[in-house]
T-cell receptor, first 117, second 115 residues
Framework: GAGVSQSPRYKVAKRGQDVALRCDPI?????LFWYQQALGQGPEFLTY????????KSGLPSDRFFAERPEGSVSTLKIQRTQQEDSAVYLC???????????????FGPGTRLTVL | AQSVSQHNHHVILSEAASLELGCNYS??????LFWYVQYPGQHLQLLLK??????LVKGIKGFEAEFIKSKFSFNLRKPSVQWSDTAEYFC?????????????FGQGTTLQVKP
């Protein structure tokens, strides 16, 4: 497809389980972002990749969160030992090469809604 | 800390009413400004953006926004709303100090348009 896709769309996990969320960006997009959106809030930045390099992981809330993009295309966000506070929608966005001045438009996927029981 | 605030959390309007949603950010340097919309059951979509130049920008579906640097504001407007504008609206900013282009979002405004 032409857009960003994410899977699964919904995930229910028991507290303590590990989960893996997948993002397929738009083909050829260099930049990839992960955001976390809690209920009733705006998305919050988690991490950023330029190709396979993770250049910014300042938003990851704890060392239980880990993201990778080994071949510069598909990315996986992994959460270990999930907690109830991890319940949120996890959004992936991709964009073409970063323009001088710091920006290019980000295209968002539909998100994965994670519920931790 | 760099932040974005949206003043209206929930707005209810009748069709044909005018809309203005407030957005302010806390940073005196270079910014890039955006409004995203999320229709029910759909993903975030870009409504409009401001990088430089004319501070009055026009986006899709009749929306526009005005960047007022002195007020650190980027309010969204539409002269006459339609029922189909019912959605959640997010203001977002990239700050010039960022070299990644990460977006800082406001908390969102839910717009409900009554037919």
């Amino acid at each position: 497809g032409a857009g960003v896709s994410q899977s699964p769309r919904y995930k229910v996990a028991k507290r303590g389980q590990d989960v893996a969320l997948r993002c397929d960006p738009i083909s050829g997009h260099v930049s990839l972002f992960w955001y976390q959106q809690a209920l009733g809030q705006g998305p919050e930045f988690l991490t950023y990749f330029q190709n396979e390099a993770q250049l910014d992981k300042s938003g990851l809330p704890s060392d239980r969160f880990f993201a990778e993009r080994p071949e510069g295309s598909v990315s996986t966000l992994k959460i270990q030992r999930t907690q109830q506070e991890d319940s949120a929608v996890y959004l992936c966005a991709s964009s073409p090469k970063l323009l001088a001045g710091g920006y290019n438009e980000q295209f968002f996927g539909p998100g994965t809604r994670l519920t931790v029981l | 800390a760099q932040s974005v605030s949206q003043h209206n959390h929930h707005v209810i309007l009748s069709e044909a009413a005018s809309l203005e949603l407030g957005c302010n950010y806390s940073y005196g340097g270079t910014v890039n400004l955006f409004w995203y919309v999320q229709y029910p059951g759909q993903h975030l979509q870009l409504l409009l953006k401001y990088f430089s130049g004319d501070p009055l920008v026009k986006g899709i579906k009749g929306f526009e926004a005005e960047f007022i640097k002195s007020k650190f504001s980027f309010n969204l407007r539409k002269p006459s709303v339609q029922w189909s504008d019912t959605a959640e609206y997010f203001c977002a900013v990239t700050f010039g100090s960022s070299n990644t282009g990460k977006l800082i979002f406001g908390q969102g405004t839910t717009l409900q348009v009554k037919p």
